[in-house]
């Protein structure tokens, strides 16, 4: 299970590395490894727009929630189709699948 840091935690870790601290120093003297500091740092640099080579952080929440939503969407979908195939048989609007064809 991942540890999660608070936020302002990561900030001083990264204002650190800012600073001229390098991730390895930061990560001896402190919990998080060295790659996840450096994931931090640039995190910190495309939410600032230091960088421009991935998400920022906006991008991946509303990311996130689009997906959510694509699958509630999906699954949905889904069941009206199956209860729009019930109701016609139900009510002999359609039909019944015969097995000549």
């Known amino acids: 299970m991942r540890t999660r840091y608070p936020p302002e935690f990561r900030q001083q870790l990264i204002e650190l590395a800012r600073a001229g601290r390098s991730a390895r120093a930061l990560a001896r003297e402190f919990e998080p490894s060295e790659q996840t500091i450096r994931n931090w740092i640039k995190q910190a640099d495309l939410d600032t727009g230091r960088r421009t080579d991935g ?47």
Request: glycine share 0%.
């Open 55 to 101: 998400l920022t952080s906006d991008e991946q929440a509303e990311l996130r929630r689009l997906r959510r939503e694509n699958r509630q969407l999906r699954l949905e979908r889904e069941i009206f189709k199956k209860a729009a195939a019930w109701f016609a048989r139900e009510t002999k609007s359609l039909p019944e699948s015969d097995s000549n064809s």
